[in-house]
């Protein structure tokens, strides 16, 4: 039988405040352990939570940038349940009466573009943290996390498969991180994914039986766990068994996924209205005036990029996929470098030189101007796409211009036709025998003479005058 997968995602996005959502003390990642904390945060006596106003800012930011409808009103909600790094005993959520509603995702599939839809965006309070001692049986617990702000995303159960949620959460990600919402940190957490997954047979109606997914710290994780608890669920449904309805941790070191404990339902917290809180009445003038300070998304920078600069819709979609490198390559394009070039080199050298050294573009070891200037020796003809690369790898390390280099290194392109075929007739005298094959019909072997030739030129012959000049001596009788 053959089945399909349904997964709904949950995503937990901490929101770039200076601040908690209900108190003053700082959001700061790294701080010496409970040292960002207060009597708010802590759950003193006596307390009360005053609702940080950027906190909603940057909700609404996030419900208009995916297409809901922020509510008339809303109003928090006591989660209750018991852990050690809650000191409340309960968490500050939304529930019944979220901040938004509605709207949803556009991805790329392979059957084309699809919508996931949102089901509700809502506000937050973090839990602490526990932290393990790996070498006795004690844990500590670190409460300057406690009271950190989120957004947690829901999604409606629209994914059909790994791939779709791997792109649905790398969408969402490059929207918060455009809105500067969050810093999609998901090795800091603070960009966190629970996933909800069942299986049906095709052309079933009714939803199957669900899990749910934790502990999933990279997009790639998400996609292994979720291909992972795919395949068991049907083995167990193709076994003649029943799937639990439960909560499974992702085990990366065994690449499983393992029971944790029976997965609660909504009134398992006992969710009320907290009532140290008034209602969340949003004024439509804010929310139009939110709207109009909208940055530019990656969809509409995406078409942008096709239409003003003639790019493949798919250099595009890489390039705008952050913020900061879009802004780089049209900081490099001003500059006067070929578009297409500029992306080519862009995704290929760079982004290569980036992964390698574990580096942002922020922290790109050639700045804008100076990587515009390689494409323009190239496009000049003053160096070719080879000796480029070599370039491009001391321009990385040493932090000179492709200019200082090229002179100090004598690397200047020679395009002399005179030059090169001195070279051309000395190396085809060299090899009578492939000379004679080649006009015997053995084509394949000007790759071989076109070796030879840069070979004895060091790399600087440019190439397309080799190609031709090649082409006219071995046509010769």
Known sequence: MNYQAVI????????????????????????????????????????????????????????????GEVCDGSWFARKNYFYPDL???????????????????????????????LTRIHMEEDAGKLLHDEHAPQSYVDLNRTGVPLLEIVSEPDINSPQEAGAYLKKLRSILRYLEVCDGNMEEGSFRCDANVSVRPAGAHELGTRTELKNMNSFRNVEKALEYEIKR??????????VNQETRLWNDARDITESMRSKEEAH??????????????????????????????????????????????????????????????????????????????????LMRELKENRRDIADSPINPVDFAGLINLIEAGTISGKIAKTVFSEMAKTGKTAQEIVRSQGLTQISDPTRIEEVIRRVVGGFPKEAADFRAGK?????????????????????????????????EP
């Open 443 to 475: 084509e394949r072997l000007l790759g071989f003479f076109v070796g030879r030739v840069m070979k004895e030129t060091q790399g600087k012959a440019n190439p397309q005058l080799v190609n031709d000049l090649l082409q006219k001596v071995l046509s």
């Open 268 to 349: 398992d917290y006992r969710y009320f209205p907290d009532p140290d809180l008034v209602a969340l009445t949003v004024d439509h003038r804010w929310i139009e005036q939110i709207r109009q300070s909208l940055p530019e998304l990656p969809d509409h920078k995406v078409e942008r990029f096709v239409c003003d600069y003639g790019i493949p819709h798919y250099d595009a979609q890489v390039l705008c996929a952050e913020k900061e490198m879009a802004d780089y390559f049209e900081a490099v394009v001003r500059e006067n470098a070929p578009p297409k070039q500029a992306s080519n080199w862009i995704m290929t050298e």
């Open 87 to 117: 000191p409340k005993g309960y968490q500050i959520s939304q529930y019944e009466h979220p901040l938004a509603r509605g709207g949803h995702v556009e991805i790329e599939t392979d059957g084309g573009k699809k919508k996931i839809g």
């Open 233 to 242: 669920q049907v083995q167990v449904l193709e076994d003649g068994g029943r």
């Open 8 to 67: 709904g995602l949950e995503v937990h996005a901490q929101m770039l405040t200076d601040s908690k959502i209900f108190c003053g003390c700082s959001t700061k990642f790294g701080a010496e352990p409970n040292s960002s904390i207060c009597p708010v945060c802590t759950a003193q006596p006596g307390v009360l939570p005053v609702l940080n106003k950027k906190v909603v800012e940057f909700g609404i930011k996030t419900a208009l940038a995916t297409h």
